[in-house]
Antibody, heavy 120, light 111 residues
Framework: QVQMVESGGGVVQPGGSLRLSCEASGFTFSSYGMHWVRQAPGKGLEWVAFIRYDGSNKYHADFVKGRFTISRDNSKNTLYLQMNSLRAEDTAVYFC?????????????WGQGTLVTVSS | QPVLTQSSSASASLGSSVKLTCTLSSGHSSYIIAWHQQQPGKAPRYLMKLEGSGSYNKGSGVPDRFSGSSSGADRYLTISNLQSEDEADYYCETWDSNTWVFGGGTKLTVL
């Protein structure tokens, strides 16, 4: 079955860095685009970044551009999110999600999430 | 960029039906959306992809009680024979120009 397991979350000081990982299984990872989506405590879902199946194109939400970078290693079936210059407002649960077919590449499977807390 | 508008809350009785609405902003009425369910304390779950024509494609294991429909800029999620486990937040989502957008979510309470 399709499964994604995120890791790498934790507590970090403002201005610090963190790298999240998402290990995928149960599908051909190298054939699908992947997303990062976050959810601040008590808030709704917020799209963060997307990477195409082969890593050829990457897209980031405006509020993370220049600070966060999505990447992938298809040989390891793993998705990454490098987060730099972290701010208190980046505190959230970060979910990785597999994209489905079709032009819109909407998410069709989600991981369980990893919590990032930015606090001094 | 499209904006998706959802009511913040809805409620319905156990065993009844409820219809949740997601409205696309002006100029985006033909867009495909997805519906996702998030039960309390859990990760989101993909329910279906819904086209402007009303055609929908459900995710793996999604019960038959869940269906979708469309009318103009409105996209609907109908849940029939409500169960206690349907109490959750429901989010719609769409895509445009390599940016993905979620609605604010509807909190469904099963009475």
């Amino acid at each position: 079955q399709v499964q994604m397991v995120e890791s790498g979350g934790g507590v970090v000081q403002p201005g610090g860095s963190l790298r999240l990982s998402c290990e995928a299984s149960g599908f051909t990872f190298s054939s699908y685009g992947m997303h990062w989506v976050r959810q601040a405590p008590g808030k709704g879902l917020e799209w963060v970044a997307f990477i195409r199946y082969d890593g050829s194109n990457k897209y980031h939400a405006d509020f993370v551009k220049g600070r966060f970078t999505i990447s992938r290693d298809n040989s390891k079936n793993t998705l990454y999110l490098q987060m730099n210059s972290l701010r208190a407002e980046d505190t959230a649960v970060y979910f990785c999600a597999k994209s489905g077919g079709g032009a819109a590449l909407l998410q069709d499977y989600w991981g369980q999430g990893t919590l990032v807390t930015v606090s001094s | 960029q499209p904006v998706l508008t959802q009511s913040s809350s809805a409620s319905a009785s156990l065993g009844s039906s409820v219809k949740l609405t997601c409205t696309l902003s002006s100029g985006h009425s033909s867009y495909i959306i997805a519906w996702h369910q998030q039960q309390p304390g859990k990760a989101p779950r993909y329910l279906m992809k819904l086209e402007g024509s009303g055609s929908y494609n459900k995710g793996s294991g999604v019960p038959d009680r869940f269906s979708g429909s469309s009318s103009g800029a409105d996209r609907y999620l109908t849940i029939s024979n409500l169960q206690s486990e349907d109490e959750a937040d429901y989010y719609c989502e769409t895509w445009d120009s390599n940016t993905w957008v979620f609605g604010g979510g509807t909190k469904l309470t099963v009475l």
